[in-house]
């Protein structure tokens, strides 16, 4: 059974960063990409960021393009968003989202939010002063 783990969220100051992480088990090994994800109030779910892992190539929304980096460390099974300057309009529930190596590879660009099988249950993030 997979299963998909968020944390590293919270309360952080404008301008301030956070590193959010998400760690995988279970049936792994049949991931072709990976995708964060958010969620604010009233907003519908979009894609923040994703990863191709088969092969590594990475894709960000332009509104944080610049502002936010996704890693991975494979030998954690581990997936981070490293989420710098934070700004007013950032604060949501993050997920992290995985989609199985049948997935096109353009739904893994378009961050395609019905493609992704699997879901974390998200962990908040809170910018305020």
């Known amino acids: 059974q997979v299963q998909l783990v968020e944390s590293g969220g919270g309360l952080v100051q404008p301008g301030g960063s956070l590193r959010l992480s998400c760690a995988a088990s279970?049936?792994?090994?049949?991931?072709?990409?990976i995708g964060w994800f958010r969620q604010a109030p009233g907003k519908e779910r979009e894609g923040v960021s994703s990863?191709?892992?088969?092969?590594?190539?990475?894709y960000y929304v332009d509104s944080v393009k610049g502002q936010f980096t996704i890693s991975r460390d494979n030998a954690k099974n581990t997936v981070y968003l490293q989420m710098n300057s934070l700004k007013p309009e950032d604060p949501a529930v993050y997920y992290c989202?995985?989609?199985?190596?049948?997935?096109?590879?353009?739904?893994?660009?378009?961050?395609?939010?019905?493609?992704?099988?699997?879901w974390g249950q998200g962990t908040q993030v809170t910018v305020s002063s």
């Open positions: 989202a995985a989609a199985t190596d049948a997935t096109p590879r353009l739904y893994i660009a378009n961050m395609r939010i019905r493609s992704y099988d699997y």
């Open positions: 279970g049936f792994t090994s049949h991931f072709g990409g």
């Open positions: 990863m191709d892992l088969r092969d590594g190539k990475i």
